[in-house]
């Protein structure tokens, strides 16, 4: 049922040829990168604010210095992969429209407060762990310009990770009540950061698609399963305790067994009903409204230019 158009562009994929800007490829191919790309896109810029809350009360100069340049780095990230969307013939204007009216997702990570300097620590050490299991394989994702943006993102995404860590090495080598705030930040963004990857495979609509495009690199299980197991020595080494009761080496698939998340959570959160959904789609909302005057003003400006040119 492939039409001889699509089963090229398949072996192509299968070849591991990269998919181009102006190349043919199927409509399906094009609309999935973009829901994808746009929505990673969106959590980069919404990822921003969950810890813009912290800039101002970071400890130390040295910490608030680090921070604001991770915070900077995200919206970065987002820029790019925004550019990279618009190879696809998307504007940000329609990207950002749909975020703002709700149509198009983010992260469900960012739904969270951060009500500690520890989270801070968490986010780093969890968040952007979890980021970065995700977006090592998607640098050999088909689509050319996703998969370059994916190799420069992963650097600055692995000094984020970092920091997190080194942050929770602090808090959890320190006083007893430091300690406390640490197990405190790991209780409570351990089982979102296990939701990042998405629901288990069996209910995850796009996974086979995007695999067979390569889209998508690994399953979402895939993925979660790696971060458990790369994540529980890192807390073993901290002297903290991953909140899950049912957490054990499992040496026949050389891997953790450990709890699901609960989707029903999930799923709420993805309904626009997790604790911070909407202070974090109102703050993006104002930001684009307070920002009308200076846009329009740049527009007036072009306009005026381009007259001046004609003239
Ligand atoms: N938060 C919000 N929505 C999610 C999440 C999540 N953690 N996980 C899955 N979903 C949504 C999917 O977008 C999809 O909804 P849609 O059809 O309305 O788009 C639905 O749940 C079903 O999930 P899947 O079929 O498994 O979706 P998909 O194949 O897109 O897999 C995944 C989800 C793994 C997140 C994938 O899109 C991906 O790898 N994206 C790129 C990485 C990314 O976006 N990272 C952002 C967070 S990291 C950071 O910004 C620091």
Redesign the pocket.
């Known amino acids: 049922e492939m039409s001889p158009e699509e089963r090229a562009f398949q072996e192509r994929i299968d070849r591991g040829e990269k998919i181009e800007p102006k190349e043919w490829m199927p409509e399906g191919y094009r609309k999935t990168l973009i ?3 746009g ?2 896109a969106h ?2 810029i919404v ?1 921003q604010l969950p810890e813009g809350n912290w800039i101002t009360r970071a400890p130390t100069l040295e910490r608030k210095a680090i921070l604001l340049a991770k915070v900077q780095d ?1 919206a970065g ?1 987002g820029l790019y992969l925004y550019c990279a969307a618009e190879t696809l013939g998307v504007s940000r204007d329609e990207l950002l429209e749909k975020l703002h009216s709700g149509n198009m ?6 739904n969270y407060p951060t009500l500690t300097w520890a989270d801070i620590g968490a986010i780093g050490w969890l ?2 762990g ?2 970065i299991m ?2 090592v394989p ?1 640098q050999r994702t088909s689509y050319g310009p996703y998969s370059r943006a994916m190799i420069r993102i992963c650097k600055e ?1 692995s000094f984020h990770q970092r920091q997190g860590y080194d942050i929770m090495m602090k808090m959890a080598k320190g006083t007893p009540e430091q300690k406390e705030m640490a197990q405190d930040a790991l209780n409570r963004f351990w089982y979102p950061s296990l ?5 288990s495979d069996k ?5 086979a698609q ?1 695999m067979a495009w390569k889209i ?1 690199i690994n399953t ?1 299980d895939e ?1 979660r399963q790696k971060f458990v197991d790369q994540t529980v020595p890192q807390a073993e080494y901290l002297g903290l305790t991953i909140p899950d009761e049912n957490l054990a080496w499992n040496e026949e698939k050389g891997g953790y067994d450990f709890s699901e998340p609960d989707w029903s959570e ?1 799923y709420e ?2 309904k626009g009903n997790g604790p911070c959904n909407k202070e974090r789609l109102g703050a993006r909302v104002k930001a684009w409204e307070d920002g009308a005057w200076f846009r329009e003003g740049l527009m007036a400006h072009a306009e005026k230019q381009s007259a001046a040119k004609l003239a």
Do not use: C, T, W
């Not at 997702?105 to 960012?110: P, R």
């Not at 939701?195 to 629901?199: K, R, S, Y």
């Open positions: 829901r994808q790309i929505q990673h959590s980069e990822g995200e990230h997702k983010y992260s469900s990570i960012f968040v952007d979890a980021a995700n977006q998607l995404e939701m990042m990857f998405g629901p209910d995850s609509v796009h996974s995007s998508k979402n993925l999930f959160v993805l």
